[in-house]
Nanobody, 124 residues
Framework: QVQLVESGGGLVQAGGSLRLSCAAS????????MGWFRQAPGKEREFVAT????????YYADSVKGRFTISRDNAKNTVYLQMNSLKPEDTAVYYC?????????????????WGQGTQVTVSS
């Protein structure tokens, strides 16, 4: 059974940084697509970033390009989202997701597994 557990959220001032972690277990993830999504109150879940666990391809939403970086540590079976230059509009619950095969997946319905989410709040 695949489990994804996010951590690292919190309260930060605008312009600050946070690093989210997603600890993955239950499978060998080398062929998986890993994604980060976020959902603000009253809004739909939106794509943030995705990568192939096995390496190579990363893809970002325009709203975070140049500020956020998705990466993974194979030894720790963990995916990260480094968030820099945070803005109040980045405030949301952030979710880690996994899809069994890789392609450039930006639709949440394309993902098979989800974590419980971690709150990120950016104050102005």
């Amino acid at each position: 059974q695949v489990q994804l557990v996010e951590s690292g959220g919190g309260l930060v001032q605008a312009g600050g940084s946070l690093r989210l972690s997603c600890a993955a277990s239950g499978r060998t993830f080398s062929s998986y697509a890993m994604g980060w999504f976020r959902q603000a109150p009253g809004k739909e879940r939106e794509f943030v970033a995705t990568m192939r666990w096995g390496g190579g391809s990363t893809y970002y939403a325009d709203s975070v390009k140049g500020r956020f970086t998705i990466s993974r540590d194979n030894a720790k079976n963990t995916v990260y989202l480094q968030m820099n230059s945070l803005k109040p509009e980045d405030t949301a619950v952030y979710y880690c997701a996994a899809a069994r095969t890789y392609s450039r997946r930006t639709n949440p319905h394309e993902y098979d597994y989800w974590g419980q989410g971690t709150q990120v709040t950016v104050s102005s």
